[in-house]
């Protein structure tokens, strides 16, 4: 059930980011980096495209590579929570712009399954290390929104890095092809390093950047699976 509220969110958004200009292209990965935090949820997403296409091997390889990752101070609902009650909180900034290790000549070799945080990154104008990307208050607002809504979606699961998140999930025995070359202690380092992914207790949008978010939040709380909107889904209904 999960994966198919993910699968709805990533295709409703696929249809608001045809309506934001932007100039990203193949080949344009100056926002790859391993700077990108998903849910289990989405890992898993990971783990099944690699397998369906037959490179669990080449995962493998990847998930044994070492790596620098820094464990996250909150998750993006546990931010929220603290703005809503009015808490001065630090939610970190992670300034790591190493490549990802998906990208092979600047292209991601899991695009189709890369995760909600790769999928909104954009710019509305050329980007490159020392010149960020450009995009509006109301697009920001949104994305959040639905980095709330993905969270809560996995909510009481692992939260944090992708790579460190991959790790974290990668002794379920489905994907043992891909984790055989992590040794334990590199596992249970990931999993120290990641956070528990957090209900969803109110959005961070303003009246200014409401009408836009509103829009595309709406059609995934009314979207369908088996006869029941995703809306009552998550409040249990």
Known sequence: MREKIVDII??????????????????CSTCCTQNVTVTATEAEKIFKFVIQEGKEEW???????????????MTTNEFAQACLEGRDVDFGHNSDFTPCLFLEDGVCQIYDARPFSCRAFISQAKCSAD??????????????????VLEHVGQREHWGNLFDVLIAISDISAYK????????????????KTLTAQPLSGFLLTEDNLTEAQEILESIFSATIDGKTIENILNGK
Request: charged share 20%; proline share 3%.
């Open 131 to 148: 010149t960020p990307a450009l995009v509006s208050d109301n697009y920001a607002a949104t994305i959040t929104a639905l980095n709330q």
């Open 59 to 73: 995962l493998a390889e990847i998930l044994a590579t070492k790596r620098n990752s820094t464990k996250p101070l």
């Open 177 to 192: 092809e891909c984790a055989q070359k992590i040794a334990v202690q590199d596992l249970l380092e990931a999993r120290e």
């Open 10 to 27: 990533y295709e409703k958004f696929s249809f608001f980011l045809q309506k934001n200009t932007n100039v990203c292209a193949k080949g």
